[in-house]
């Protein structure tokens, strides 16, 4: 007889054991938090009764969760899954402000102070700040499709909107769901695979949003310290146009960031990006490279492209930036005017997963491609040795 048989025996005499509910609970993941249930402390109960069926109860992090239903159909679906179970009810009930404290000093690593996690030393997270000298050139366009595409290729990815005043990535990513508060921990919604955070989920419809400086630094710093992001492989920063504020702010929260110059052909366009990044050689940050927007439009009836804001403001501005700064600013790639671009982003389904065969698709994944496979250098990193004296 063999360990299994005697098992599936001892599971039809006295059902299913306690040990095996709580394995099973262990495979349902907070579909915020993104960590086992069992590990966050959210399982309140397990009770199994005589003819096999199942209550559980679990906590919620807050009354009204957007999450309960999904968390109820998971919690029940799992524990369904094991053998002898005849049926499963799950009961919610609301941590209490005790344990929601202990929950986000565990997410934070026990560190009870809010510290920017990217700012860190040891940090493996790749930072773009997304940065163009004037609006109108698809810069949160670009954001969002290298965002959705880097994810679809199995990288965790977030997004901080960063234009506060102009905010726009919701929409374009899909993001309906609202952030959920833990403490003073913030939980992002995610979209398409993608982590977001943005002022347009904290303001009322369309209102507008009338800061100064110093709330402009507050809201970008509790955007990169407040909101558990988790273990990221990509952050990307929309930022709003030109040299100001949040450009600041952004080299003083994360000063390992690095900038992403987004541009069109037009020489005028081009010249107003190069001033933007030229912020670089101030703040002592590496500029990724150039990315040319509306590059050219298709000819519906040859294969000929149009250059309808003219030719070569990609190039013009690596290599002024490139001067500027004594480095290598490479053209990372050309994006072409493409409607269906626009029309993503106005449905909030990303080119890149809609059609990412498109010539803007392919031309966004590409890009993608380069900057989701960069590898960080240990520069900086803390490597856990230490020295022995040999003598």
């Known amino acids: 007889m063999t360990g299994r048989t005697i098992d599936r025996m001892a599971t039809e005499k006295y059902g299913p054991s306690e040990d095996a509910i ?27 009764a005589a003819d096999g069926s199942v209550a559980v109860a679990v906590y ?21 899954r094991v053998e002898g179970v005849t049926g499963v009810t799950v009961e919610l009930d609301v941590m209490s402000d005790e344990q929601r404290r202990e929950l986000a000093a565990s997410l934070r690593g026990g560190q009870t102070e809010r510290e920017v996690p990217f700012a860190k030393p040891g940090s493996l997270t790749r930072v773009y700040a997304v940065a163009s000298g004037k609006g109108g050139v698809g810069k949160s366009s670009v954001t969002v499709n ?24 919701p929409r374009m990513l899909g993001a309906d769901g609202r952030p959920t508060q833990v403490e003073n921990m913030i939980m992002p919604p995610s979209a398409n695979g993608v982590k977001v955070i943005s002022i347009g989920m904290f303001t009322p419809g369309n209102a507008p949003v ?30 709003p146009p030109g040299t100001g504020d ?21 020489q005028a366009a081009a010249e107003v990006a190069e001033r933007a990044g030229s912020i670089a050689v101030q703040t002592h940050q590496k500029i990724v490279g150039v990315v040319e927007n509306m590059s050219g439009l298709p000819c519906p009836h040859c294969d000929e492209m149009v250059d309808v804001f003219g030719t070569g403001g990609g190039r013009l501005v690596a290599d002024g930036l490139s001067r500027t ?27 890149v997963l809609s059609d990412p065969d498109s010539p803007a698709g392919s031309a966004l994944r590409a890009i993608a491609g380069k900057l989701g496979g960069r590898q960080r250098g240990l520069s900086g990193m803390s490597l856990g040795i230490t020295p022995r004296n040999k003598f």
Request: hydrophobic share 50%; charged share 20%; proline share 6%.
């Open 210 to 239: 009338v800061w100064r400086g110093p709330m402009l630094h507050r809201a970008l710093q509790q955007f990169l310290a407040d909101v558990y992001w988790g273990d990221l492989d990509v952050l990307l920063l929309d930022l």
């Open 60 to 80: 919620l992090t807050v009354a009204g969760c957007p999450m309960r239903d999904r968390i109820t159909s998971m919690v029940t679906e799992a524990v369904e």
């Open 146 to 169: 290298l965002a959705a595409a880097m994810a679809a290729d199995g990288l965790k990815v977030g997004v901080v909107d960063a234009d506060i005043y102009g905010h726009s990535v």
């Open 325 to 351: 700064t004594g480095t290598t600013v490479p053209v990372l790639g050309s994006i072409p005017i493409d409607v269906r671009l626009r029309e993503g982003g106005d449905e909030g389904k990303p080119v």
């Open 22 to 48: 709580r394995a099973a609970l262990a495979t349902v993941n907070d579909p915020e938090i993104h960590r086992p249930i069992t590990e966050l402390g959210m399982v309140k109960s397990v009770g199994i």
């Open 246 to 266: 949040i450009a600041i702010s952004v080299a003083q929260l994360v000063p390992n960031a690095e900038i992403l110059v987004v541009t069109t052909p037009q």
